[in-house]
């Protein structure tokens, strides 16, 4: 797989339906595979959120969202802005299509997408070969830790695996905007 034991230890983590945190362009993130029903429901049972909310899909590069985001359900011009801002910390509320899960969706007819620049993020989605849930890596409501120092100790007991590597040093998380009018919904 990789030079890496702890990345390959992190990948094989997600294949067998475990749990990971792993380090974004901010804070640490804490996924696993999407598609995994009984992944997803535990993820968001360490992280204390309720499956309404809907969570972000990480990718390494567009191709991993083909088939999950209906890009013609945008506006003219729309899906334009959003490509020619990846790779980079920039999440997208896009209409879904009926492939992803409603355990991601949440309540919603869309889903959260980003395609990551962070070198951590690009290996670990290439070697899962898909993307992956990204969520903050803290209980929810908790301040998120943008250090690995400062991830809390009974979430990483509760996980598979810790992916190697830092975050990218952003101040704060990524903001997420609408893809559809490009409004922005976190700063």
């Not at 390959?8 to 696993?32: F, K």
């Not at 879904?96 to 959260?112: E, F, I, K, N």
């Not at 070198?119 to 409501?141: D, E, I, K, R, W």
Request: negative net charge; contains cysteine; proline residues 9%.
């Amino acid at each position: 797989m990789s030079d890496s034991p702890a990345l390959d230890n992190a990948v094989a983590a997600l294949r067998g339906g475990g749990v990971i945190a792993y380090p974004t362009e901010a804070v640490w993130g804490l996924g696993c595979d999407p598609f995994d029903e009984d992944a997803v429901t535990r993820l968001l049972r360490i992280k204390q959120r309720p499956v309404d909310k809907g969570l972000i899909l990480i990718a390494a590069r567009p191709s991993q969202l083909d088939g999950l985001v209906d890009w013609d359900a945008l506006p003219e011009g729309r899906r334009d802005d959003v490509l020619a801002s990846w790779p980079g910390p920039n999440t997208w509320v896009v209409p879904a299509t009926a492939r992803v899960p409603r355990w991601v969706t949440g309540a919603h007819d869309s889903v959260a997408v980003r395609v990551s620049a962070h070198l951590h993020v690009v290996a670990l989605c290439h070697a899962f070969g898909a993307p992956l849930v990204s969520t903050s890596a803290n209980l929810a409501g908790a301040p998120p830790a943008f250090l690995h120092d400062q991830l809390d100790p009974d979430l990483l007991s509760a996980l598979d695996a810790v992916a190697p590597g830092e975050t990218g040093g952003m101040a704060a998380p990524t903001v997420i905007r609408d893809a559809r009018d490009g409004q922005l919904i976190r700063a």
